[in-house]
């Protein structure tokens, strides 16, 4: 992802999914997950966001730095930490909220035959860490691929 600049509005500023810069989380998979900046910049600092998931996408195992709150906004998704068993993970609808703690390796994945829409907030940068690299350091949102992963949550 690239840098996105947001200023604060003087009034009211409703924003339609259809007028958000929808951007591909990976450039390399512009069909896989998608994510808008609704406030602050996902690859500097404090965002919320929407996230788009398509029907069928399952994530690597991986870990964020900061907290990773979710909402769900349509569709529905899954999500798994390390350990656990894919198929004891609640399935997360409209309206489901969860806290994902910073430094936990988990799943995420669609569920059902629809893509999911998800608002996402963090307190820090958007990042993205494989699980199966432990010793790297977090990766940006440039969708680059590298030792330490860089793709959808």
């Known amino acids: 992802m690239t840098t996105i600049e947001r200023t604060q509005p ?18 390399g998979n512009p069909s896989g ?12 600092g404090p965002y919320g966001a929407l996230l788009r998931v398509p029907a069928g996408f399952q994530s690597p ?5 900061s907290d990773e709150r ?15 068993d894919p198929d004891d993970a609640p399935t997360m609808r409209a309206g489901d909220y969860m806290l994902m ?13 629809e893509e999911c829409v998800e608002f996402i ?10 699980a199966s690299f432990p010793g790297g350091t977090a990766s940006g949102t440039d969708g680059t691929a590298s030792k330490n992963g860089a793709g959808p949550r």
């Not at 195992?61 to 730095?65: E, Q, V």
């Open 101 to 113: 703690p910073a430094g936990v390796n988990y799943v995420s994945a669609a569920a059902g035959d």
């Open 33 to 44: 997950p998608q994510m808008a900046a609704l406030w602050g910049d996902p690859t500097s």
């Open 70 to 84: 979710v909402v769900v906004i349509t569709g529905a998704s899954i999500h798994w930490v390390e350990g656990e």
């Open 121 to 130: 907030t963090q307190d820090g940068r958007f990042d993205f860490t494989l």
């Open 10 to 27: 003087d009034r009211a500023a409703p924003l339609k999914p259809g007028d958000l810069d929808w951007r591909p989380l990976d450039p």
């Open 61 to 65: 195992m991986h870990r964020h730095s």
